[in-house]
């Protein structure tokens, strides 16, 4: 029988992110930040997305374990996320490795990033759990697996996507039998093995995991002195659980966020420059594949306080102007013309410049003349009068990072060794 619930589990959870990750496959973008500090969608961080699904599902204790290059991503964390309030029975905690354990030990895993701040999560006394990565692109209700993990009675419920069976090799996969129960968890299989009844399809771990905090406790404690573990939840907490206890299949479909124009699930690890660049994109859609706009389930980040966008000069061939472009606040256009681009907060465009198909992050300057298509910009960037990228191949290879399929990278350091 269905449990009823007298008030939302997610009351009862903490949400734990684990934020720690360099994500060396973004190249110079990750320089000087950790991955879920990276700029998303014009006025976003990677990391808000998780954060806002806590929050939009209910949770109101959250902690964010750090490590690499931290300073932005707490920076941005005590500026965007400081309304948290103890009055209120609230908690917002940045954790970033502090030797609580040992004086000698950072975080050595994901696991150990959990344990060593037990003593921290158990002062608040949740009653669950929900672990979540910190670098991915999705909207969900964690309040609906929090749900099914009660209702199933599971030691651990792992959140997945439904994917091509040759597409899940570099995740973690489970075989799992026709009640979604978990029989094998393996990481990134050669030959991932496929859903029952749909052999082409597997269940791929979105790195999302709900326990019993007492549960979870337990497992943690157990990991950090078996002298074999890498202190990770993949490689050794889940497989365990899956040999000795019970784990249960959460499907994304059952608790995604769809506004009423959004037709396919979205889900994106913008681990790449080509999946970081095609992700951002995706937002300039007549009708995007996430909706951006959804005010029920809205993405909380930092309010900066800026003047509006704006667009200057009206003459032929100098002409302020963007289409299907997202123009963020504090942006000047002047004379010049984006397409299918996302400029961040406090860009300005030159005379007679353009951009097509580009990701323009903050404060960046392209000089007049300048034309630039295809193009990622890291913050600051200050493209030089006349620059043209996106049409000489060789010649952006050699200039700057260019991705496997033709996005070119360029940072402040690539345009300083051009002069």
Request: a negative charge.
């Amino acid at each position: 029988m269905r449990e009823t619930y007298s008030q939302p589990l997610a009351r009862d959870a903490m949400a734990y992110v684990l934020a720690g990750g360099r994500g060396s496959r973004l190249k110079e973008l990750t320089d000087n930040r950790a991955k879920p500090a990276v700029y998303f969608g014009g006025k976003s961080r990677i990391i808000d997305f998780a954060l806002s699904n806590a929050i939009n599902s209910g949770i109101r204790r959250i902690g964010v374990a750090t490590q690499y290059k931290a300073h932005s991503l707490i920076r941005h964390m005590q500026r965007a996320w400081n309304f948290m309030r103890p009055e209120r029975n609230e908690s917002f905690d940045i954790l970033p490795a502090s030797q609580r354990v040992s004086e000698d030990h950072w975080y050595e895993g994901t696991a150990d990033a959990v344990f060593q701040n037990i003593d921290i999560i158990a002062s608040y006394a949740p009653k669950y759990m929900v672990i979540l990565a910190g670098d991915h692109i999705y909207k969900m209700d964690y309040e609906l697996m929090l749900r099914q993990h009660v209702d199933s009675g599971a030691d651990v419920t792992i959140g997945c996507l439904v994917v091509p069976r040759m597409e899940a090799t570099g995740f973690g996969v489970m075989a799992v039998d026709k009640t979604d129960t978990i029989t094998d968890f393996i990481e990134k299989p050669a030959n991932p093995p496929g859903i029952p009844g749909n052999e082409e399809m597997a269940l791929a771990s979105m790195g999302i995991y709900v326990f019993e905090t007492k549960f979870l406790f337990r497992m943690l404690e157990e990991d950090a002195i078996d002298p074999n573990s890498s202190r990770d939840f993949g490689n050794d907490i889940i497989p365990k659980i899956v040999k000795n206890g019970k784990a249960v299949a959460h499907r994304f479909t059952n608790s995604c966020i769809r506004a009423a124009e959004e037709i396919e699930e979205y889900w994106r690890d913008v681990g790449t420059l080509d999946a970081y660049f095609e992700a951002n994109l995706d937002l300039t859609d007549v009708v995007p594949k996430l909706n951006m706009y959804d005010r029920e389930w809205p993405i909380w980040t930092d309010q900066i306080i800026a003047a509006p966008a704006k667009f200057v000069h009206d003459e032929d061939g100098r002409r302020g102007m963007a289409i299907s472009s997202l123009i963020s606040q504090d942006c000047i256009v002047s004379g010049a013309i984006a397409k299918r681009s996302l400029l961040f907060t406090g860009v300005k465009m030159g005379s007679f410049s353009s951009c097509e198909e580009a990701v323009i992050l903050p404060y960046c300057n392209i000089g007049r003349g300048a034309r630039l298509s295809r193009v990622i910009l890291d913050s600051g960037v200050r493209i030089p009068e006349g620059l043209v990228v996106g049409e000489d191949p060789e010649l952006d290879a050699r200039r700057f990072r260019r991705s496997e399929s033709g996005v070119c990278l360029i940072t402040k350091r690539m345009i300083d060794q051009l002069t």
